[in-house]
């Protein structure tokens, strides 16, 4: 009479095991393919990205509108509509604005952005080799520089060249390992930075610096986040240089009055973007399962690309105007109400008018990304009692990635209203 149970027992158990085996192949394939092929990884999502552009604009609209409806209910949200667009075209002719990061998905639309509002800008990106039509044509209208922010010396040949009164930064590492985030987000942070003093100093007048930043830096676990903020941190010792004492100054002399500073700053640190949708509406279209990590009850407010490149030109033109003059703010869409994980897929489906009976989802136990950041972490320390070098940093960024992942599983991106 026990028999049959126990088979059945041993079956379930056996099944499940598969399952988590199963579960944990297919993300190590992934992030193994991420870790070894990040350049080929990224030019595919640009060309996913092209042939799909009408279904993700779909979604987007829908997301939206969803947001809207709440919006006008509540007051005073820093969404897109509590975003000024407004630009003094009088003073234009004097500004030169460059922008570094000009072919990333925020970048770019900035570029747009600044053209649009006949503000002359330099669109500084690494090579022409890789820009897609679709960047180019975001580009368009500016000045395409080719220069390797990572090299100093380049940096600061171009600002010598174009003498820029405004840098905005929007470059970010493209895989988000350790060497990368210091060496794109933070180091080429810092020469640009450095180049926009310097300018500043020998034209005899204030430059300005804006950092497209990120809202999870307020609650730092990850590489890139730390670089992020020790920019910030640089960025703010930076605009307390005055033109009387080009060394960096005590706090005392930055609050001295008769010394104007050298730099000022706007820090503008966003919640979510809509592209990381992008690889769940290409499921959806394809009739595959969409995936979520636990109960999906993880919420957001994502903010558009075209209203943060807005909202980073006034801060890069108007400061005063957004009151971002040496600010650092968090920026999202609607706040009320937040969107769950699970909220997003749902408005996908309906946006792709998709029946409900071909929904399908499907939770990925947060174990699964524990399990593997304790794998790759244990065979790096294996590695590095080896001295396996090359070894220890793949198993520390593959780990780093895991932990990427699992951030953006089960950390909030939702900022709220100041003074809530
Ligand atoms: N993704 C989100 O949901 C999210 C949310 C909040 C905040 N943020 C923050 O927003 C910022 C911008 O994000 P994004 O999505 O616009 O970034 P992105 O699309 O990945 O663009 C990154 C830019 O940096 C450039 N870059 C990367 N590595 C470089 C290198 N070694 N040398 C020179 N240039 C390099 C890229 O140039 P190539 O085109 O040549 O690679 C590209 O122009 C990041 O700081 C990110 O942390 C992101």
Known sequence: MFIP?????????????????????LFLRLFVYKLFYVKMFSSLRYRVSINNDYNVNLVRNMYNNFFNQYYRKSSGSRSSS?????????NNHKIKVIVAGATGYI?????EELVSRNIPCISLVRSLDNISMKTMNCLDGSKIMICNVLDHNEVHDIYDIYQPSITICCLASRSGVKKDSWSVDYGGGMNLLHAQRN??????EVGHYVLLSAFCCGKPLLQYQHAKLKLEEEII????????????????SSSSSSSQSLLTY???????????????????????????????????????????????????????????????????GPDNPPISKLEQLQLIYNSLEIPIEKRRYISLPIQVIDSLIGLFSMIESISRRLNLKRFEEKCSDASEIARIVRYYATEPMVAINEGE
Do not use: W
């Open 5 to 25: 149970y126990n088979l059945l027992e041993l079956n379930l158990l056996k099944l499940l095991r598969m399952k988590i085996i199963t579960i944990m192949l």
């Open 82 to 90: 509590s975003i000024s667009s407004s630009s003094n075209s009088n």
């Open 107 to 111: 970048g770019r639309k900035v570029v």
């Open 199 to 204: 300018i500043s100093l020998s034209i005899n």
């Open 237 to 252: 010792q930076y605009s307390k240089q005055s033109f009387s004492s080009s060394s960096p100054a005590s706090s005392s």
């Open 266 to 332: 706007s820090i503008v640190r966003p919640t979510a973007y809509f592209k990381s949708l992008d690889g769940q509406v290409e499921s959806a279209c394809k009739g595959n399962p969409l995936l979520y990590f636990g109960k999906g009850d993880c919420s957001a407010n994502a903010i558009g690309d075209e209203d943060l490149a807005k909202y980073l030109v006034d801060c890069a033109i108007q400061p005063n105007v957004v009151n971002m003059t040496n600010h650092c703010r968090d920026i999202g």
